[in-house]
Nanobody, 119 residues
Framework: QVQLVESGGGLVQPGGSLRLSCAAS????????MDWYRQAPGKEREWVAR???????YTSDSVKGRFTISRDNAKNTVSLQMNSLKPEDTAVYYC?????????????WGQGTQVTVSS
């Protein structure tokens, strides 16, 4: 099993910054992918950013140039640096890990952390 615990959410004014962190523990393989997703009230969950175990990164067009994902493989953590935040970034942010120990890909989710962008 894998456990994911997010931290770092909160209330921030438009234009401000926040840094989210996700700590992974348990049976974590060296080859995995970690993502951040978000879900705003009344909307479907949306993919935000991805980092592979080789540290290749990808971000959605909606946050490109403002959000940066990174990871520390030694500590099994992934971070999301969010700059120039907008009210439309308000959502619950979820950490996600996927890996394939036996063939089928297994997916794990954190409990989520609330980010509110408001003046």
């Amino acid at each position: 099993q894998v456990q994911l615990v997010e931290s770092g959410g909160g209330l921030v004014q438009p234009g401000g910054s926040l840094r989210l962190s996700c700590a992974a523990s348990g049976n974590i393989l060296s080859n995995n992918v970690m993502d951040w997703y978000r879900q705003a009230p009344g909307k479907e969950r949306e993919w935000v950013a991805r980092v592979t175990s080789g540290s290749s990164t990808y971000t959605s067009d909606s946050v490109k140039g403002r959000f940066t994902i990174s990871r520390d493989n030694a500590k099994n953590t992934v971070s999301l640096q969010m700059n120039s935040l907008k009210p439309e970034d308000t959502a619950v942010y979820y950490c996600h890990l996927s890996q394939s120990p036996y063939g089928p890909t297994l997916h794990y989710w954190g409990q989520g952390t609330q980010v509110t962008v408001s003046s």
